[in-house]
């Protein structure tokens, strides 16, 4: 009868490792309390410990925070620490497949009342601007994760840059211009000005290599030793999986270079700006043909021309 009680309490004893465990990586309440040094009453009220040992779990929650700019490997590196388990992973690409966080990405750039607590409960890991702005806020939240400082070739990076998230800003063809003046689009052209600010206003190359060589200086003072991992992503796995304790896929590492999708995507956007501009001046040419005809009948058009009325 003993045996059969001793081996009722190991089975419980693992079934609560494994749901700790489970509550730490998937971040969920299980309304079962965590161990800690301090007694807790028995007879104390289940809500508080369930609040409590929520709030736990999220503090103890280990993420992956990518602190390197746009334009240094980040898609790669998001693809990456996807296939080691941290998925899914929080990338610029979000924001274009679901605009929805627009408004929480107003309140942390107008310092409005947030929580980081509202992005990365669905989230593992983040990569790109613009978290990669805020991770020092972020590692504060979040005191277990580690920091990832994805760099390249400062001349690299620039050029990569100008041919992509630098291109629609600063020398935007016709038909992007137009997109970015309708009303529908105001809120997000507002998101972009304010997570292009940490750029300045000298966009000579002197300027921009300065900023991301400070930036990752900064990185590298700011982040304590053992929580950060500087990489490129042409090293490939070892480093990464050495870095998060995880054994090498038996797959490549995903180096990708999309920037000739992001091109194309600039190139469609502009050839929609057109026929929408085009599209929009016939609208209006036709509307305002119709009501001369309709009600102004005998007006004069330009150049002497007059519209009889007709008997």
Known sequence: MDEEKNNVKKVENVS????????EINNENTGKEINTNTDV?????PTTNDNTE?????????????AGLGRTGTNSLKLALEILGYNPCYHMKELYRNPNPLDFWERV????KY???ELFDKYQATTDNPTCEFWEEILKEYPNSKIILTTRNPESWLKSCRETIFYPRHNPPFGIRFLKK??????????????HKMFGTDFSDEALIKIFNNWNKQVEEKCPKE?????EVKEGWKPLCDFLEKDIPNVNFPNVNDSNEFRSMLNALNVFGYV????FVGLLGGIGYYCKRRFFSNWSLPFGFVVKEKK
């Open 109 to 112: 750039y107008s310092k409005g």
């Open 115 to 117: 929580s980081w607590k």
């Open 54 to 66: 929520n709030k736990d779990n999220k503090d103890k929650k280990c993420l992956i925070i990518g």
């Open 276 to 279: 929408f501009f085009i599209s």
């Open 182 to 195: 309708l009303p529908f689009l105001w809120r997000m052209e507002t998101f972009f000005d304010n997570m």
């Open 227 to 231: 929580k950060l991992l500087k990489f």
């Open 41 to 45: 009453d028995k007879n104390s009220n």
């Open 16 to 23: 609560k490792n494994e749901n700790e465990i489970n509550k």
